[in-house]
């Protein structure tokens, strides 16, 4: 092995830094011949160094201090595995400054401060490397920057979360209702006790804006990604999805249009045969179409010590390969492009609509004149249950403007014979 050593500081030992704790000291050998140099790890901030981590280590490894590490010229490269957009945020811009190589796996921070941070690496000539960040441990951020580099990219549309994954796909199999299967994955620790963050969505958020903002060569933040979580899935809206012909996923979607950057995430209509449609449980993956090679698919897991480890490491050693040919920073930012986003009202798409009406006659005449004067064309429509004298009717819509089916349940609510508009999804990768 070279004798070149590489000296790294972890800022966080929860989760993901203990995995690649693991993973660097478990590989290390081989880490280091690919590399060309050892990589060591010389300290490791934390906020509890007296908390029981299950992992042999160094007495004085652990340190309270980020100074210790961010003022410390032996360390090159900062990896931050802490997470929020705090101190996370200050240790990185520092790092930065510095003229540290920073590795990192927080898409909070990225989708919200990427072009500052993006454009001070470039700026002191190091790298800022974040393949962790979106779908944990499978390759795409790199297959997007560097083995895809010769496409236009079309489309980027991927199930980037794992705990939602795992809930639609549970109340798919099972029949089971959303508060159930929540509870369960709060159980199994792959919902957190707050689950917003995955349930309404705002985690796929950021993924797919950091996606987005690779495959289109232009920067693409959270706040510019609409967002619906999957709170209003209901154990109905599964069933009659599956008579169909589809399944319910919670899809981050990127597309390149003539009218802009499409850019979303909300739960979809897929149909049963579509790459994704098969994805279950917590695993995730990403649907890339690019204009030489077509279509391609990247699956795996999504989060976890191991998977995620897997990506932070290779980031290191990317960085610390960089620093041994003195070439930090050669992949850098490519957003070099200024797109405009795509007005949601604008987006077209087929839209699946579950409404509770009274049934008798002239109501459905009713609801499909109200669609018919805001250019909605129905393709289908289905009568469940009835209880009484209310029906539920599932409606499937042709394709058709965001804004003209807005404008039309706008209308719809109003009328006395809709007692009420259930759930609207819409219905992607159909054709
Ligand atoms: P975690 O288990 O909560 O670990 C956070 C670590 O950072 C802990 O070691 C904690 O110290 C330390 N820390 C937090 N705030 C600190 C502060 N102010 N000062 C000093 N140390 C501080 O988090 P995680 O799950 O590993 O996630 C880390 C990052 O990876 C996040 O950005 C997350 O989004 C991302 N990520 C996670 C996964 C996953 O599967 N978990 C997957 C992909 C990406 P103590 O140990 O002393 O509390
Ligand atoms: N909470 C995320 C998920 C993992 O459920 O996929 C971290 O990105």
Same mark, same amino acid.
Request: aromatic share 4%; hydrophobic share 40%.
């Given at each position: 092995?070279?004798?070149?050593?590489?000296?790294?500081?972890?800022?966080?030992?929860?989760?993901?830094? =203990?995995?690649? &704790?693991?993973?660097?000291?478990?590989?290390?050998?081989?880490?280091?011949?690919?590399? =060309?140099?050892?990589?060591?790890?010389?300290?490791?901030?934390?906020?509890?160094?007296?908390?029981?981590?299950?992992?042999?280590?160094?007495?004085?490894?652990?340190?309270?201090?980020?100074?210790?590490?961010?003022?410390?010229?032996?360390?090159?490269?900062?990896?931050?595995?802490?997470?929020? +957009?705090?101190?996370?945020?200050?240790? *990185?811009?520092?790092?930065?400054?510095? =003229?540290?190589?920073?590795?990192?796996?927080? $898409?909070?921070?990225?989708?919200? &401060?990427?072009?500052?941070?993006?454009?001070?690496?470039?700026?002191?000539?190091?790298?800022?490397?974040?393949?962790?960040?979106?779908?944990?441990?499978?390759?795409?951020?790199? /297959?997007?920057?560097?083995?895809?580099?010769?496409?236009?990219?079309? #489309?980027?549309?991927?199930?980037?979360?794992?705990? +939602?994954?795992? #809930?639609?796909?549970?109340?798919?199999?099972?029949?089971?209702? @959303?508060?159930?299967?929540?509870?369960?994955?709060?159980?199994?620790? &792959?919902?957190?006790?707050?689950?917003?963050?995955?349930?309404?969505?705002?985690?796929?958020?950021?993924? +797919?804006?950091?996606?987005?903002?690779?495959?289109?060569?232009?920067?693409?933040?959270?706040?510019?990604?609409? /967002?619906?979580?999957?709170?209003?899935?209901?154990?109905?809206?599964?069933?009659?999805?599956?008579?169909?012909? &589809?399944?319910?996923?919670?899809? =981050?979607?990127? $597309?390149?249009?003539?009218?802009?950057?499409?850019?979303?995430?909300?739960?979809?209509?897929?149909?049963?045969?579509?790459?994704?449609?098969?994805?279950?449980?917590?695993?995730?993956? /990403?649907?890339?179409?690019?204009?030489?090679?077509?279509?391609?698919?990247?699956?795996?897991?999504?989060?976890?010590?191991?998977?995620?480890?897997?990506?932070?490491?290779?980031?290191?050693?990317?960085?610390?390969?960089?620093?041994?040919?003195? *070439?930090?920073?050669?992949?850098?930012?490519?957003? @070099?492009?200024?797109?405009?986003?795509?007005?949601?009202?604008?987006?077209?798409? $087929?839209?699946?609509?579950?409404?509770?009406?009274?049934?008798?006659?002239?109501?459905?005449?009713?609801?499909?004149? *109200?669609?018919?004067?805001?250019?909605?064309?129905?393709?289908?429509?289905?009568?469940?249950? +009835?209880?009484?004298? $209310?029906?539920?009717?599932?409606?499937?819509?042709?394709? *058709?403007?965001?804004?003209?089916?807005?404008?039309?349940?706008?209308?719809?609510?109003?009328?006395?014979?809709?007692?009420?508009?259930?759930?609207?999804?819409?219905?992607?990768?159909?054709?």
């Amino acid at each position: 092995m070279s004798e070149r050593v590489i000296k790294i500081g972890l800022l966080g030992l929860g989760t993901v830094g =203990g995995g690649v &704790y693991r993973v660097l000291q478990g590989n290390r050998e081989l880490i280091g011949r690919k590399v =060309g140099a050892r990589i060591e790890i010389k300290r490791i901030l934390v906020r509890d160094v007296s908390r029981d981590r299950g992992l042999s280590l160094p007495a004085d490894l652990l340190t309270t201090d980020p100074e210790v590490i961010l003022g410390d010229p032996a360390i090159e490269i900062v990896v931050e595995v802490m997470g929020g +957009t705090g101190a996370a945020l200050d240790h *990185v811009r520092t790092a930065l400054s510095r =003229g540290k190589s920073v590795v990192t796996a927080n $898409k909070d921070m990225l989708a919200v &401060y990427g072009k500052e941070l993006f454009a001070l690496a470039q700026e002191k000539g190091t790298d800022l490397l974040f393949e962790a960040s979106v779908a944990g441990g499978i390759p795409i951020i790199r /297959v997007l920057k560097q083995c895809l580099a010769a496409n236009r990219i079309e #489309m980027v549309m991927g199930i980037l979360n794992g705990t +939602t994954n795992y #809930m639609l796909s549970k109340m798919t199999a099972e029949g089971r209702d @959303f508060q159930d299967v929540l509870r369960e994955a709060q159980e199994l620790g &792959y919902a957190e006790a707050d689950p917003t963050n995955d349930v309404e969505g705002y985690d796929a958020a950021r993924k +797919t804006a950091i996606l987005a903002s690779i495959a289109f060569n232009t920067r693409i933040s959270f706040q510019d990604v609409y /967002v619906e979580g999957i709170s209003s899935i209901s154990a109905e809206d599964i069933t009659y999805a599956t008579e169909l012909g &589809y399944v319910i996923k919670l899809l =981050g979607i990127a $597309k390149d249009t003539p009218e802009g950057i499409e850019v979303r995430t909300h739960p979809v209509l897929l149909p049963q045969a579509h790459p994704l449609a098969t994805v279950t449980d917590s695993f995730n993956a /990403v649907y890339v179409r690019g204009d030489a090679v077509g279509e391609t698919m990247f699956y795996g897991r999504g989060a976890g010590a191991l998977p995620t480890a897997s990506a932070v490491t290779a980031d290191i050693m990317d960085a610390a390969r960089n620093i041994v040919h003195r *070439v930090p920073g050669i992949i850098s930012c490519t957003c @070099f492009e200024e797109r405009p986003l795509k007005e949601m009202g604008r987006v077209r798409s $087929k839209n699946y609509l579950r409404l509770k009406v009274i049934d008798r006659p002239g109501v459905l005449a009713q609801i499909a004149r *109200v669609f018919g004067d805001h250019q909605v064309s129905l393709a289908a429509v289905t009568q469940k249950d +009835t209880e009484g004298e $209310k029906a539920e009717l599932v409606l499937i819509t042709h394709e *058709v403007a965001e804004r003209n089916l807005r404008d039309s349940l706008a209308e719809l609510e109003q009328l006395a014979v809709v007692e009420k508009i259930c759930n609207v999804l819409r219905v992607e990768g159909d054709g």
